[in-house]
T-cell receptor, first 114, second 115 residues
Framework: AQSVSQHNHHVILSEAASLELGCNYS??????LFWYVQYPGQHLQLLLK??????LVKGIKGFEAEFIKSKFSFNLRKPSVQWSDTAEYFC????????????FGQGTTLQVKP | EAGVVQSPRYKIIEKKQPVAFWCNPI?????LYWYLQNLGQGPELLIR????????DSQLPKDRFSAERLKGVDSTLKIQPAELGDSAVYLC?????????????FGPGTRLTVL
């Protein structure tokens, strides 16, 4: 069965520190990859997505993610976090042939200390 | 553009009681999804509609859960009777079309507590 694994459940960083959140998926075929973010009290919103092409994708608010096909990974990065990045981050996958069923990881809670 | 609307935002009920959640998707979005999010977990798909047709309900516990999307616009998810283990956040999402290339937009969710 397809699954998504996020290695870090809870991450605490100071402002200006660099961030990398791990995401691995299990699926042998072509996939579409997403990172969603949920700020406190808000709904899930799309941070960035990868369908094809350049494996390094840039999203909103300075976030980027790199797709490494050989490692089945799609790690999220940001060079310098801000207090406002405190949120829960979800990696999600859908097979490209699928009709849109998103498979989410369990999420990573990021706490940024001012 | 208005986002996905869900109501109620919070619901507390006794076990064995029925409960219903309502979702209004973004105007023009043909595909509607209901997800279940347990505490500390990512959302899991319960059911997906394309217009008024439920095209993927394989994860919906049909003994107590039901859903409908009359006229292919808003949708209702019902639980009858509710159990303690149903306490969770129920998320509704919509996309313009079906398929993994279409961004899903999520509503704020309904947080259900079953006592």
């Amino acid at each position: 069965a397809q699954s998504v694994s996020q290695h870090n459940h809870h991450v605490i960083l100071s402002e200006a520190a660099s961030l990398e959140l791990g995401c691995n998926y299990s699926y042998g075929g072509t996939v579409n990859l997403f990172w969603y973010v949920q700020y406190p009290g808000q709904h899930l919103q799309l941070l960035l997505k990868y369908f094809s092409g350049d494996p390094l994708v840039k999203g909103i608010k300075g976030f980027e993610a790199e797709f490494i096909k050989s490692k089945f990974s799609f790690n999220l990065r940001k060079p310098s976090v801000q207090w406002s990045d405190t949120a829960e981050y979800f990696c999600a996958v859908t097979p490209s042939s699928n009709t849109g069923k998103l498979i989410f990881g369990q999420g990573t809670t990021l706490q940024v200390k001012p | 553009e208005a986002g996905v609307v869900q109501s109620p935002r919070y619901k507390i009920i006794e076990k064995k009681q029925p409960v219903a959640f309502w979702c209004n998707p973004i105007s023009g979005h043909n595909t509607l999804y209901w997800y279940l999010q347990n505490l500390g977990q990512g959302p899991e798909l319960l059911i997906r509609y394309e217009n008024e047709e439920a095209v993927d309900d394989s994860q919906l516990p049909k003994d107590r859960f039901s859903a409908e999307r009359l006229k292919g616009v808003d949708s209702t998810l019902k639980i009858q009777p509710a159990e303690l283990g149903d306490s969770a956040v129920y998320l509704c999402a919509s996309s313009k079309l079906a398929g993994g290339y279409n961004e899903q937009f999520f509503g704020p969710g309904t947080r259900l507590t079953v006592l």
